[in-house]
Each structure stands twice: as C-alpha cells, then as structure tokens.
C-alpha cells in the first residue's frame, strides 16, 4: 500500500507482514520447541500454554497494524494530490484579478486622481493573500455599482470610465476566485484529518511492533533458529520497521538541474484597460 514517495508506510506495511508470514512458517516448530524448554518446569496440574496459538495471533496483529498504516498512508497521500487543482485554481485566479483590479485602480487614478480613489474606496492597497484580495475586489464591485455613485471631473480630455462596465468585469474573477479558496481551505481541513489519522496509525503500529517482533525473535532464537531471528529483528534505529529494512539515501540537489522560468503575473493579459474609452 505504501508508495515510493512515501517508503515510511510501505516499509511499516512491509515488515509487519515479514513478521506475519515468519509466524505462520515458523510457529508450529518455534512452539514446539520452546514448550519442550518450558514442560520440565511446569507444577502439579500446571498446562503449557499453546504457544503456537499465540504466536499466531501475534502475527495477525501485526498484518492487521501494517495494514492500516499502508491505509493511512495511502489516504494522505491522496489528500496532498488532491490539493493540486484547487491551489491551481486559486493561483491563476488570484493572478488576474489581481491585475484586473490593478488596471481599475490605475485607470481611476489617472482620470480622476486621489479624489476619484477616495470615492471608490481605493486610497489604501489590499494587503498581501488571495483573502485579502477577495475582499478588496468585493468592495470595489459595489462601490462601481452604486446608483449614487458620482465620480468628480476627468482630469484627462476625451476619457470616459464606465464604473459598472468595471464592476462586471471582476464580479466572475471575484466568484472563481472565492470559491477557489473555499476549495482549498475544504481541502486543507481534510488533509490535516488525514495526518491526524495517519499519525494515529504509525503510532500504535510502532508501539506494537517492537514488542511483538522482538518476542518473535527471541523465542526463534530459544528454539534454535538463529536465520529466522535474524530475519525478523526489529530495528534498533528506525521504529516500525525490521532491522534489513533498506535506508533509502539522501539525494543531492543537482546544481546543474534547469530551472523554469517564471511567468510574469500578467503574461497573455491586454496591457490597456478596455474600459477607458
């Protein structure tokens, strides 16, 4: 269940099911073994215990806990993937309506100066963040829309703003965008869900595992079967996982790697504003 880009879970999964398989292999002659270790020191009507019972039901918990790991991880990974096409959205979005919006303020501000912007509410700039630039644009949108709405004179001959013209066209960016961020912060809460639960799972497998494994180890060894021990050590350096569990290296960034350029904020968009006429 684990994926590459995740080799916690995998490894977890992996070597709960080692230990699992071991039990079902090895079981019946580590318990007969040990039980002939134990039978000389049994009292009165004193039974051993069915050690190969327990032994297998050790290694039913342990697929059972790695199972869930690998579900977990599983369902975090997915909710990251998922995160994509809304952040997507939302940083196309954001880019233009951020120029749109900027191109109205421009406009206001050179036909109409600091009183034009007073009257719009554009004396101050949004702050930083697609929130704060939905919320800009919202007020923008029904100050243009203001049937009382009186702009004072041009300063520029011959020019003329059409404030609802404007209005229109932010009021489709303004709904994309908003919903863009309602998608992300929806996403966001499920993704941390998620973690919480693939936290939960990691934990309680790693907490069971050591213990179980090495019981595991050590009673193979008691009946003699050192390859088999060895087999299903638990690591002593990494929890969870055996101790052949393979340490994936550390991969250098390579310098030489191209980079992607970065596209201006507001590449294919007009550079004249189409509501100055």
């Known amino acids: ?3 590459v880009g995740n080799k916690q879970f995998y490894d977890r999964e992996r070597s709960s099911r080692e230990v699992g398989a071991a039990t079902l292999e090895h079981g019946a002659v580590i318990a007969a073994r040990v039980g002939d270790l134990l039978r000389g020191a049994l009292q009165g009507d004193e039974q051993l215990p069915d050690l ?3 032994l297998t ?7 059972g806990r790695g199972t869930e790991v690998g579900l977990a991880g599983l369902k975090y990974d997915q909710e990251l993937q998922d995160d994509d096409e809304p952040r997507r959205r939302r940083d196309l979005t954001d880019r233009e309506l951020r120029t749109r919006a900027q191109s109205i303020r421009n406009t206001v501000a050179g036909a109409y100066g600091d009183a034009g912007l007073a009257v719009l509410g ?3 700039l949004y702050g930083p963040g697609s929130d704060a630039l939905v919320n800009y644009s919202r007020n923008l949108v029904a100050a243009l829309e203001k049937p009382e709405l009186k702009l004072p004179p041009s300063g520029v001959e011959g020019l003329a703003f059409e404030p609802r013209a404007a209005a229109q066209s932010l009021k489709p960016l303004v709904e994309r965008l908003g919903a863009a961020l309602d998608d992300v912060a929806r996403e966001k809460s499920e993704a941390a869900t998620a973690l919480i639960a ?3 799972a990691i934990a309680e497998h790693d907490n069971i595992f050591g213990k179980f494994a ?3 180890e050590q ?4 009946a003699g079967l050192p390859e088999v021990a060895e087999r299903i ?3 002593e350096v990494s929890p969870g996982v055996l101790a052949n569990t393979p340490q994936e290296p550390a991969v250098p960034a390579d310098p030489a790697a191209p980079t992607t350029p970065k596209r201006p904020a507001n590449e294919g968009l007009p550079d004249s504003d189409p509501f100055i006429t």
Do not use: I, N, W
């Open 57 to 63: 039901l050790m290694g039913r918990v342990l697929v």
């Open 233 to 235: 050590r638990p690591s």
């Open 198 to 200: 693939k936290d939960k």
């Open 1 to 3: 269940m684990g994926t």
């Open 52 to 54: 190969h019972l327990v």
């Open 214 to 216: 090495a019981v595991f």
């Open 219 to 222: 009673f193979a060894l008691a």
């Open 122 to 124: 554009l004396t101050a």
